[in-house]
């Protein structure tokens, strides 16, 4: 999606004057805690600012938690989910720029992050369900111009890390308690495969392998992966292979899933959570949750290219540019402490820019790049 979105003037902002020759880069990023979506503009040697803060959420004495974001492939409109709900989760759905609320559809339990095919007809958002007993939960497909939930696919034990492959015809999520990536064919709306990623155990499970979930835990003692994150391929490698961070076994796996087999593995630090591959398909991002630091690896030659320690601890989102300039992550911070956004520059491995948000920020997206002064639009 992010890969898709080109360069937008945005004429309806009256802020933006020629103020400078840097391009300025939005994006939107929920900030969980506080039921607030910032709105933050970076314009490169000048830094970041936020222009501004939607407030979500339904419940006056409780936190709702806006947990997920994510921009439609034309910049028009942002979605968030809403992931304690009453008791359900529900997702929002905004007009960009105005930031106004178009429509809003109940989902289930906690749903979390989205992935939205590349015509923007369909989002589908993973329920990750934190209440009561571990039980197999589903993931939400939702009719975007009408905001309705046309059907549930059943998938397994806390989906997280929903995303579409470049061609629009399959959808990914990971499972952090069954150890699997489970695989949706969007023509049907039917899980079309399961694998296993378990380390040791890798491979593509046999018909019935819903019935199996959660019996990656303990198999082969504390050998455990608990993906949190897919992220399919780009450039030469989309709609070939996708990405899965192995959060507890500190590796990210690259799943040929043509093959169905493991085709490369990346070391990485303490507990990988999201990952983000560039619009080229170069760089593949990693935000290491349990080490305060961001990991950038080159994909033709496999190896690391530099380990950018970000502002503050519980590194939780990351989001490149369309350029692949870029990065942009999120950090949740702890206790009171607000979160903050940081900017790495993708060529210098550098952090150049961060500033202060709300509590808990999490869930980001890239909305739009305005180019530099006397470019083209």
């Given at each position: 999606m992010r890969g898709l979105l080109a360069f937008v003037f945005l004429a309806a902002l009256p802020a933006q004057t020629a103020r400078a020759q840097a391009p300025e880069y939005r994006l939107y990023v929920a900030n969980e805690s506080s039921d607030l979506v910032s709105r933050v503009v970076f314009t490169p040697g000048e830094g970041l600012e936020v222009e501004k803060e939607i407030p979500v959420g339904i419940m006056p004495g409780d936190n709702d938690g806006a947990h997920g974001?994510?921009?439609?492939?034309?910049?028009?409109?942002?979605?968030?989910?809403?992931?304690?709900?009453?008791?359900?989760?529900?997702?929002?759905?905004?007009?960009?720029?105005?930031?106004?609320?178009?429509?809003?559809?109940?989902?289930?339990?906690?749903?979390?992050?989205?992935g939205i095919t590349p015509d923007g007809q369909f989002l589908l958002a993973v329920n990750f369900n934190l209440h009561g007993d571990m039980v197999p939960s589903d993931v939400s497909v939702v009719y975007t111009p009408e905001m309705i939930e046309v059907t549930r696919?059943?998938?397994?034990l806390?989906?997280?890390?929903?995303?579409?492959?470049?061609?629009?015809?399959?959808?990914?999520?990971?499972?952090?308690?069954?150890?699997?990536?489970v695989e949706i064919d969007l023509e049907t709306f039917e899980v079309s495969a399961r694998f296993d990623v378990t380390p040791g155990m890798e491979g593509l499970e046999r018909a019935g392998g819903e019935d199996r979930a959660g019996a990656g835990h303990g198999a082969m003692g504390d050998r455990v992966c608990s993906p949190t994150w897919v992220e399919p391929g780009a450039g030469a490698r989309a709609d070939r292979v996708v990405y899965v961070a192995c959060n507890r076994n500190r590796e990210i796996l690259e799943i040929d899933t043509e093959r169905w087999e493991v085709s490369r593995r990346f070391a990485t630090g303490m507990a990988p959570y999201n990952l983000e591959v560039t619009s080229g398909g170069e760089l593949l991002i990693a935000t290491l949750k349990g080490e305060q630091a961001v990991a950038v690896f080159d994909l033709e030659s496999g190896e690391e290219l530099g380990r950018i320690a970000t502002s503050r601890p519980v590194t939780h989102g990351v989001v490149a540019s369309p350029d692949g300039r870029y990065a942009f992550v999120s950090n949740e911070s702890a206790g009171s402490v607000p979160g903050t956004l940081d900017v790495i520059d993708l060529e210098t491995l550098a952090l150049v820019a961060s500033i202060e948000l709300q509590h808990q920020s999490g869930g980001i997206d890239f909305w739009s790049v305005t180019p530099a002064a006397g470019g083209t639009r």
């Amino acid at each position: 999606m992010r890969g898709l979105l080109a360069f937008v003037f945005l004429a309806a902002l009256p802020a933006q004057t020629a103020r400078a020759q840097a391009p300025e880069y939005r994006l939107y990023v929920a900030n969980e805690s506080s039921d607030l979506v910032s709105r933050v503009v970076f314009t490169p040697g000048e830094g970041l600012e936020v222009e501004k803060e939607i407030p979500v959420g339904i419940m006056p004495g409780d936190n709702d938690g806006a947990h997920g974001v994510s921009v439609s492939p034309d910049g028009r409109h942002w979605y968030v989910t809403i992931a304690h709900g009453t008791p359900r989760g529900y997702l929002w759905k905004f007009h960009a720029g105005p930031d106004t609320l178009v429509g809003r559809t109940r989902l289930g339990l906690f749903p979390a992050t989205m992935g939205i095919t590349p015509d923007g007809q369909f989002l589908l958002a993973v329920n990750f369900n934190l209440h009561g007993d571990m039980v197999p939960s589903d993931v939400s497909v939702v009719y975007t111009p009408e905001m309705i939930e046309v059907t549930r696919v059943r998938t397994c034990l806390m989906p997280h890390g929903s995303r579409v492959g470049a061609a629009g015809s399959r959808h990914y999520s990971a499972c952090m308690h069954s150890d699997r990536l489970v695989e949706i064919d969007l023509e049907t709306f039917e899980v079309s495969a399961r694998f296993d990623v378990t380390p040791g155990m890798e491979g593509l499970e046999r018909a019935g392998g819903e019935d199996r979930a959660g019996a990656g835990h303990g198999a082969m003692g504390d050998r455990v992966c608990s993906p949190t994150w897919v992220e399919p391929g780009a450039g030469a490698r989309a709609d070939r292979v996708v990405y899965v961070a192995c959060n507890r076994n500190r590796e990210i796996l690259e799943i040929d899933t043509e093959r169905w087999e493991v085709s490369r593995r990346f070391a990485t630090g303490m507990a990988p959570y999201n990952l983000e591959v560039t619009s080229g398909g170069e760089l593949l991002i990693a935000t290491l949750k349990g080490e305060q630091a961001v990991a950038v690896f080159d994909l033709e030659s496999g190896e690391e290219l530099g380990r950018i320690a970000t502002s503050r601890p519980v590194t939780h989102g990351v989001v490149a540019s369309p350029d692949g300039r870029y990065a942009f992550v999120s950090n949740e911070s702890a206790g009171s402490v607000p979160g903050t956004l940081d900017v790495i520059d993708l060529e210098t491995l550098a952090l150049v820019a961060s500033i202060e948000l709300q509590h808990q920020s999490g869930g980001i997206d890239f909305w739009s790049v305005t180019p530099a002064a006397g470019g083209t639009r």
